[in-house]
């Protein structure tokens, strides 16, 4: 219980924003309209060169519960979120990506959840998931439902099946984060750098899945995900900096062997798939 008395916990919301102006006030909505008593919102805009910024600062002038910080330069997704991460204070976080809306419940089930399960550092519900094109599909993150061991929970992120990525925008621990630290840039830049991150978390505690359909999250023209190209390198790069996060842990020799063995297989059989592909585009078989 990380309440204090009667007091409900201090839940932040933070919010990496960047040339969102045609979406952000339908995020800030979505973030206003939360149950979660002690909700405060702190949104970081990375210098954007349209409207967005001052659309945040006019919520924040009508309400209290929101604050705008306002980059001088580009910082990049990594910076960006590093910074809020940095002037958080709250018992519980959460990243509010520009592109996602969360039910008015969302935040108010997950803390409930933490709050229920003292050795669990992460909650998070199934999302809907919209494309540009307007095609909708519901999506679930299951793989780590029923697993306590923390070396099997991190070997199935490891090995990045499914929806692995829904974890990402759920509500956090403060304590689990400050152990952390901040998302890492690595060899292939900000490509994937939260895959680490919730590797490194899920050694840290269980992961509690709400099976309800909680957020939808909106593909947009200049989401970040689809500026990445996910190639072999690209992908080595990434599995590098998660084989580094497993070494911060410190574990126990026999248990690092294991995850550094289930990481080299995943970036091998991204080699694999790299080689198949360029085969076949040059028409061998």
């Not at 979120?81 to 969360?102: H, I």
């Not at 959840?113 to 919209?130: G, K, N, T, Y």
Request: charged fraction near 25%.
């Amino acid at each position: 219980m990380t309440s204090t008395g009667s007091s409900p916990p201090r839940v932040l919301a933070l919010v990496p924003t960047w040339k969102a102006d045609d979406f952000i006030a339908r995020t800030l909505d979505a973030l206003a309209a939360q149950t979660c008593p002690g909700l405060a919102i702190l949104i970081s805009d990375d210098a954007s060169p349209d409207d967005t910024a001052a659309i945040c600062e006019r919520r924040a002038s009508e309400d209290p519960r929101f604050r705008v910080i306002r980059q001088s330069r580009n910082r990049g997704w990594v910076g960006n979120v590093n910074v809020l991460l940095g002037e958080a204070r709250a018992d519980y976080l959460l990243f509010a990506f520009q592109d996602d809306l969360p039910e008015p419940s969302y935040v108010e089930r997950c803390v409930a959840a933490l709050e229920a399960d003292p050795a669990a550092v992460l909650a998070f519900s199934d999302i809907r998931l919209v494309r540009q094109d307007g095609t909708v599909e519901e999506r679930s993150y299951t793989r780590l439902d029923g697993v306590t061991d923390r070396i099997e929970r991190a070997r199935r992120i490891a090995r990045l099946e499914g929806s692995w990525w829904i974890p990402n925008r759920g509500v956090f621990r403060a304590s689990a984060a400050r152990e952390i630290g901040g998302l890492r840039r690595h060899g292939a830049g900000e490509f994937s750098a939260d895959w680490p991150w919730l590797l490194e978390m899920s050694l840290l505690g269980g992961f509690v899945r709400i099976p309800e359909r909680l957020v939808t999250k909106y593909y947009m023209p200049d989401s970040l995900s689809r500026s990445w190209r996910f190639g072999a390198r690209q992908w080595a790069a990434v599995t590098a900096s998660a084989m580094t996060a497993v070494s911060r842990r410190r574990l126990p020799v026999r248990d690092q062997v294991r995850l550094h063995a289930t990481l080299a297989g995943f970036v091998l059989r991204q080699f694999r798939r790299s080689a198949r592909r360029r085969l076949t585009g040059s028409g061998r078989t």
